[in-house]
């Protein structure tokens, strides 16, 4: 198959139990372009995990050439191989920008290798590097106390609240800026990370990143979650929270989750990679006392589907 494809169709669905329901302009990602009505259908109810279907009738179907978004009913890129471990986050580089305006970071080195031969034997070298950096750098965690003075540090967040944690991927569409609780509802969060895959990690390091436009979560959106017992959410946009002028200077996701509890991670990336539940998540932070955000190497253990 050459490129990824989406469907557009309508759908007419009759439950064994009684009852109906039809869609309009619904888009599917799909395995090739010659997917046929009854493959699709099947593609649709796996979606959106419908029961005690009879019956469904496909009308009105255009085939698009579109990148997937990692739809429930496709696999993704290496789904179904065997265990595998994705990155998902960003190299952290001398002078990168992270967010606009901010300090950059430094590297450099403390003790360079010609500069060691003196205090080791000889043919023994070691080089040991300097980093000066703001702590909001790269893909980073903000624990409670960002946002709240009493809250846990980056000591006192509990490794099972960062480790190994159950992940689910909730694919934002294009289009979409907000993503509020009627987009979340169709996911089951409970003790997951929740990571929101928004697509806009493609403009890290260019001015557009930190355009108005960025996607975020909002305050409704947050409560859902927390009211649905997530453990973690993390974002591929520059912030969780909207940054528009418009939004002046509110910050309700932050503020709504560190409340609760839940740490954050921004800055995301490679979430494409990912398939939409399944794997475990892990994004760790040094054990540092007195910091409430720091740069993490966050990734995803895939297992082999069984």
Avoid: C
Wanted: proline share 6%; net charge negative; aromatic share 6%.
């Amino acid at each position: 198959m050459d490129g990824d494809f989406r469907a557009q169709f309508d759908a007419a669905v009759t439950f064994a139990n009684g009852g109906s329901l039809r869609t309009e302009g619904f888009r599917l990602d799909i395995p090739g372009r010659d997917v046929t009505d009854e493959e699709l259908a099947t593609l649709f109810v796996r979606h959106l995990g419908l029961l005690m279907v009879a019956e469904v009738r496909i009308t009105n179907k255009t085939i698009i050439e579109e990148a997937h978004r990692g739809g429930r009913g496709v696999a993704t890129p290496g789904e179904g191989a065997g265990r595998r471990l994705v990155e998902l986050s960003h190299v952290i580089t001398d002078g990168m920008v992270t967010l606009p305006h901010w300090p950059a970071p430094r590297i450099t080195d403390w003790l360079t290798f010609e500069g060691s031969r003196e205090r080791y034997a000889p043919g023994v070298e070691f080089q040991v590097a300097r980093i000066d950096m703001i702590a909001n750098t790269g893909t980073y965690l903000d624990a409670p106390a960002h946002r709240y003075a009493d809250g846990a540090d980056l000591a006192g967040v509990p490794l099972d609240r960062l480790v190994d944690l159950p992940g689910i991927v909730v694919r934002v569409p294009g289009d979409v800026r907000a993503i509020d609780r009627l987009l979340l509802a169709p996911y089951d969060v409970a003790g997951k990370a929740v990571l929101l895959h928004t697509g806009w990690d493609t403009h890290f390091g260019t001015e557009r990143y930190a355009a108005s436009e960025a996607p975020y979560l909002t305050g409704d959106g947050a409560q859902a979650l927390v009211d649905a017992g997530a453990t973690l959410i993390g974002i591929d946009s520059i912030n969780i929270d909207d940054m528009s002028a418009a939004a002046g200077g509110e910050r309700p996701a932050h503020s709504i989750l560190l409340a609760a509890g839940l740490s954050i991670v921004e800055h995301l990336t490679g979430l494409a990679a990912l398939p939409p539940d399944g794997f475990r998540f892990t994004a760790a932070p040094p054990r540092v006392a007195g910091m409430a955000t720091f740069p993490v190497r966050a990734y995803a253990v895939v297992e082999p589907a069984t």
